[in-house]
């Protein structure tokens, strides 16, 4: 008997999912959590920039000042490191900090260091948070993957053409069917 296929993981997908399930909570307006967030997307702008400018002497002093900005917010991020015993006698380490939310941080800083940072967006549709498994994904499911085709006007031409011809050659033999039966 042959065990079911494993799913594929993408890399940068074992550490954004957790992340991406995170993001896509409900939170209260007022949450610390939208700082993370703000986070998140300032280092999205400021890899954006590194990676599509031209005019390197302006990108890189707005760089320059968004490193900055985000380096400032993230003195606030303490954590240190825990030595726990494991089975077999191994020795695991764990990051702890006073903030709840400091491990999503912490993955969206290994994402940006791994270079999947930009794969991290927000669906065009519904605009929840996805991990972008190739580079041109920009819906986060099969639903909105449809509305999106479904809304393009050149998809709905070709659907309506397709349907006219479609009903046009069905009210042709129908009649033809009905007389003979």
């Not at 320059?64 to 985000?70: G, K, P």
């Not at 999106?148 to 046009?168: D, F, G």
Request: a positive charge.
């Amino acid at each position: 008997m042959n065990p079911l296929p494993t799913k594929r993981i993408y890399c940068g997908e074992d550490i954004a999912r957790p992340l991406v399930v995170w993001l896509n909570k409900k939170r209260r307006t007022n949450s610390p959590e939208w700082k993370v967030i703000w986070l998140i997307e300032q280092l999205q702008t400021v890899v954006m920039l590194h990676e599509t400018s031209n005019d390197r002497s302006y990108s890189v002093d707005l760089q320059r000042t968004e490193v900055a900005l985000i380096n400032k917010e993230l003195r606030r991020y303490v954590f240190w490191l825990s030595v726990t015993l494991q089975e077999g006698g191994k020795i695991g380490i764990i990051r702890k900090s006073r903030l709840d939310h400091f491990e999503f941080l912490y993955a969206a800083l290994c994402l940006a260091g791994n270079g999947y940072l930009l794969r991290l967006r927000r669906c065009n549709q519904c605009q929840r948070w996805l991990f972008a498994r190739f580079s041109t994904q920009t819906v986060c499911s099969k639903v909105c993957r449809q509305k999106k085709h479904r809304a393009n006007p050149t998809v709905r031409l070709r659907r309506s053409e397709y349907m006219r011809n479609y009903m046009r050659e069905r009210r042709r033999v129908l009649p033809a069917k009905r007389e003979k039966g």
